[in-house]
């Protein structure tokens, strides 16, 4: 998509369409609408009140043959002015990119308004209209006449005229998130007869060499030797070869050895029929989703790689395929994990626990991690507490969980902090190992954080659950059903941030 600055009178952009964001109790008079309802005579009061209130989710498509070059208006409904945040703009410009794209439009202008902050307004508009345009019918075939918008322009305002490098600055990084919440959206899309463990890990190790990142991918023989006994006994129910993949960003001018190093690991289960402790059929497809942490880390690392913030950054990925044979893992089976702790497993369906342990442990040990983000689908039961619409927080250093909260609201994605007290691990001991891997029918989401927990050590770690928010049921106004690409936004903002606090 070519992306264009325009700093004159935005009625004089020639373009398919151009749209305007309207706030609740404005009127055609209200001084930032007032051009267009002069260019537009007697034409906006007939809709404002009725069609427009300036709701989030109104949208009015005005044809429009003369007053202004452009040859639609869109007025979009943008909510109260006092709500209105970054991320608003995000799903707002995805919606009209959504519509204009349906509407065969393929050059767009979208009208910043007065108060916007120019930089992280342009990035929250092309962080929207490129993931609201993303089409997760990976294997349809395109239809001979699809259009799609190839020019997109920024129409800044008099006050803003003077911030174009801000403003590009901007543009830059809301390209670098949406593309990076795009690939994960693909491998997460992915089903899981193409996307194998092994292949998540030829898709990672292809992006590293593109961006310049190491990546190193350690198999089934190699973490045999280095003891990963509970990422290894997922795996083994699978013709499919377990996969523990590591991405290392390292700044220029700098050998990570000293300061910081945050670590970022993702569940990467590429399918999970919950082995031996099968699930039932219903909607078990989606269960080719269970990776879509690992697939945050690998986008999120992409993007690491394009911004190149001053701080060390290793992503891991536990990849293994879940599932029932004559070689599975089976209840009641002791296994040996990496950090030396000895599990017992209760059900082969809460595997996501026992291939993170692994990595985390890795993390920490041997990548020498001193913050840790996990992110993983890692419970049905998170969205029994929180739904689709916030990821489970939980954490054990005060200080890190708040970096990690405000990093999350500053990247638009919604967490929900929830505690994990000493008492619940009460419900993981087990009579014949260090830990069980399941602990009773209450908590299941603080208790799964809990076993995690136990392998990060004293290290501050916090753990993302975010088997409700990485999947969408429906289309929304904003968004194609199907994977949402959640954590990435966070995670790169968390990895900008802890840079700067160090620096300072
Ligand atoms: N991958 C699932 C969690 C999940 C459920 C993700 C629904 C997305 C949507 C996980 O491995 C799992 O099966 N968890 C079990 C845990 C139980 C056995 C303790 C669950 O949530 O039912
Ligand atoms: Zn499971
Ligand atoms: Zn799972």
Not at 332 to 339: A, N, Q, R, T
Not at 391 to 407: H, N, R
Not at 483 to 491: A, D, E, K, L, S
């Amino acid at each position: 998509m070519n992306v264009d600055i325009w700093t004159r009178d935005a009625r004089t952009l020639a373009t398919d369409a151009l749209a305007v964001f309207v706030f609740e109790e404005e009127t055609p008079a209200s001084p930032e609408l007032a051009p267009f309802d002069t260019a537009l005579p007697g034409l906006l009061p007939t809709i404002f009140g009725t069609e427009m209130r300036g709701k989030v989710g109104d949208l009015v498509t005005l044809h429009v043959t003369s007053g202004l070059e452009a040859k639609r208006l869109f007025l979009v409904g943008a909510g109260a002015r006092e709500k209105f945040d970054d991320r608003t703009l995000r799903q707002r410009s995805a919606q009209v990119a959504r519509v204009a794209a349906k509407k065969g439009v393929t050059s767009l202008g979208i009208v910043l308004r007065d108060h916007f902050a120019p930089g992280p307004a342009a990035t929250a508009i092309l962080d929207g209209v490129i993931t609201g345009l993303y089409d997760p019918a990976l294997y349809r075939k395109p239809k001979e006449d699809a259009t799609t918008i190839t020019a997109l322009t920024l129409c800044l305002t008099p006050s803003m005229s003077a911030a174009e490098a801000t403003v590009r600055q901007g543009v830059d990084r809301g390209i670098i998130l949406a593309e990076a919440v795009n690939f994960a959206r693909t491998l997460a899309q992915e089903p899981s007869n193409k996307l194998t463990p092994a292949e998540m890990a030829r898709r990672a190790q292809a992006m590293a060499e593109c961006e310049g990142l190491a990546c190193t991918i350690f198999n089934r023989d190699q973490m045999a030797e280095m003891g990963m006994g509970a990422l290894l006994a997922v795996g083994q129910g699978s013709a499919q070869e377990p996969q523990l993949i590591r991405l290392s960003y390292r700044p220029a001018g700098m050998n990570g050895d000293q300061g910081v190093r945050l670590a970022v690991v993702g569940k990467g289960i590429t399918f999970d029929t919950g082995g031996i402790c099968i699930k039932p059929r219903d909607a078990m497809w989606e269960m080719k989703y269970d990776m879509s942490g690992g697939a945050a880390v690998i986008g999120a690392m992409q993007a690491i790689a394009r911004i190149k913030p001053p701080i060390a950054v290793d992503g891991y990925v536990a990849a293994a395929e879940n599932m029932p044979s004559s070689t599975s893992y089976k209840p009641g089976d002791v296994l040996h994990s990496y950090d030396g702790k000895t599990i017992e497993v209760i059900d082969t369906d809460a595997e996501g626990r026992l291939v993170l342990c692994d990595a985390l442990a890795y993390a920490r040990k041997d990548g020498g991690a001193t913050h840790i983000v996990d992110l993983a689908t890692l419970t049905g039961a998170v969205m029994v507490a929180l739904g689709q619409e916030r990821a489970g927080l939980m954490g054990t250093d005060p200080a890190f969980i708040e970096s990690v909260k405000q990093a999350a609201a500053a990247a638009g994605e919604k967490v929900w902090h929830l505690p994990l007290d000493e008492e619940y691990g009460e419900l993981m001991k087990s009579d014949i190992a260090d830990i069980k891997n399941l602990g009773n029918r209450y908590a299941g989401s603080i208790t799964a954080a809990w076993f995690l927990r136990e392998f990060v050590a004293d290290v501050p770690w916090v753990h993302l659950d975010i088997a409700g928010v990485a999947w969408l049921d429906g289309d929304k106004p904003d968004l194609a059903k199907g994977p949402t690409g959640f954590g990435v936004r966070t995670v790169v903002q968390l990895a900008e941030q802890m840079a700067a606090t160090q620096m300072n």
